[in-house]
């Protein structure tokens, strides 16, 4: 089951000037969104101050940067969250389309599928915060990592104007 919308919250919830479409509701484990809100509220998340979807895709293209991307979500998922209690609280939050885009395809992949355990989008999800908190407790890999994926985004609208 993919659980993911279009995001109909309020303007602030997801970055200033985004056209809706461009973020991804998700859901996010609650001992993994305690601590991305403390990022959020960190002295360091300054000059922009970076929100959820910004912190919480900063998670995702992380833990993707790297080859092993599956092996390490699938293996802190087979080891860590499969042993906490299934009805675990979760927050509703939002993320970047591509990064949205990398969960989802790892979702649809044959590595989530039959004969193996089918994980959805929210255990994905935390997987990355997790491995991005258990790399780097003070957030400070996310950040520069937010920064990195604004200027893509950035650079992502400007470019069908300069085509023209």
Same mark, same amino acid.
């Given at each position: ?7 109909? @919250?309020?303007?602030?919830?997801? %970055? ?15 001992? *993994? ?10 002295? @360091?998340? /300054? =000059?922009?101050?970076? &929100? ?6 900063? #998670?995702? =293209? ?22 906490? @209690?299934?009805?675990?609280?979760? !927050?509703?939050? %939002?993320?970047? &389309? ?6 989802? $395809?790892?979702? #649809? %992949?044959?590595?989530? !599928? ?7 989008? $929210?255990?994905?999800?935390?997987? #990355? +915060? =997790?491995? #991005?908190?258990? *790399?780097?407790? %003070?957030?400070?890999?996310?950040? /520069?990592?937010? &920064? !990195?994926?604004? +200027? ?13």
């Amino acid at each position: 089951m993919l659980i993911a919308m279009s995001n109909t @919250s309020p303007a602030g919830h997801a %970055s200033e000037g985004a056209d809706i479409s461009d973020v991804v509701e998700t859901r996010l484990w609650l001992e *993994e969104h305690n601590w991305l809100y403390a990022l959020l509220c960190n002295e @360091s998340n /300054v =000059a922009p101050t970076f &929100r959820i979807p910004d912190l919480l895709s900063a #998670c995702v =293209a992380l833990v993707f940067g790297s080859d092993d991307a599956a092996q390490r979500i699938f293996g802190f998922l087979g080891t860590a969250l499969v042993m906490r @209690s299934p009805t675990t609280p979760r !927050r509703r939050e %939002s993320l970047w &389309r591509p990064q949205f885009e990398l969960l989802h $395809d790892l979702q #649809c %992949s044959p590595a989530n !599928r039959h004969p193996n355990p089918k994980f959805q989008l $929210d255990q994905l999800t935390t997987a #990355c +915060v =997790a491995l #991005c908190q258990q *790399e780097d407790a %003070s957030g400070a890999a996310v950040l /520069v990592q937010a &920064r !990195r994926n604004m +200027v893509e985004r950035h650079l992502t609208q400007l470019a069908p104007r300069h085509r023209r």
